[in-house]
């Protein structure tokens, strides 16, 4: 058998070289995984805040007695227990609630705030007893019909809206 010098070295490079290219694709690849797993849970956010604000839509609605739009973005219900009121904020709605009496039956102001992030996204606007929130792409154009709730009865969609409304 004849030995050949300095063999061992130029394989034991090319060996380093693979594996380093093995690791970059495996980085690459975790990396990639911890992004997708962080929009998966941001869109698992958005949902759970479109279901809450829907719920809080419907339960408002079915004891409304006058529904008034103070301005594009400011809606105000009146209810027999008191008013609501919901405000699109940057990246959201909130909503106040101020009741005559508190839910133990006491009688007094009792006022509530909550705030459903929607993030920039999301397009909500007020139509009557119709609360309708749009997907916005980042060219700021509407591309689908996300949450549309109507009084009691909600209607969630995920579709690409193909009508100019």
Sequence with gaps: MKRRKGSMLIEMCGM?????????????????????????QLLSNQQRELGRLAEFWRSDFSGVTTISTVSPDRLVIATHGGEVSYTIAQGGVIREENRKRGLDGAEGNVKSVEKFELGKSHLVTFQGEALRVNTV????????????????????????QTDAN
Excluded: Q, Y
Aim: neutral net charge; charged residues 20%; aromatic residues 2%.
């Design 16 to 40: 380093i070289a693979g594996g380093s290219a093995v690791m970059l694709l495996g980085i690459g690849l975790i990396e990639r995984s911890f992004h997708m797993a962080s929009e998966v």
């Design 137 to 160: 792409n980042s060219a700021g154009e509407i591309t689908g019909l996300r949450l549309r709730v109507i009084g009691k009865s909600p209607v969630l969609e995920d579709k690409v």
